[in-house]
């Protein structure tokens, strides 16, 4: 995922909080993620997605109904 902002800048987010935003639970992030669809970083145990990620991700994701 191609960043112009400094790493400083970029605003990382939980699995619980990606979750929380997506509305889905948290096990469905995790998928996301190791299927490589929802690029994160892993910190120790955990990992961290890039809030700029998510909103890609969901941009992405709609489709044209009409």
Request: glycine share 4%; net charge positive.
């Amino acid at each position: 995922m191609p960043e112009d902002r400094p790493l400083s800048e970029v605003r990382f987010l939980t699995v619980a909080e990606v979750a929380s935003m997506m509305r889905v639970s948290k096990m469905t992030v995790y998928r996301l993620v190791h299927n490589g669809e929802l690029p994160a970083v892993r910190v120790g145990r955990s990992f961290r997605v890039p809030e700029a990620a998510v909103h890609e991700y969901l941009r992405q994701s709609f489709i044209d109904t009409a």
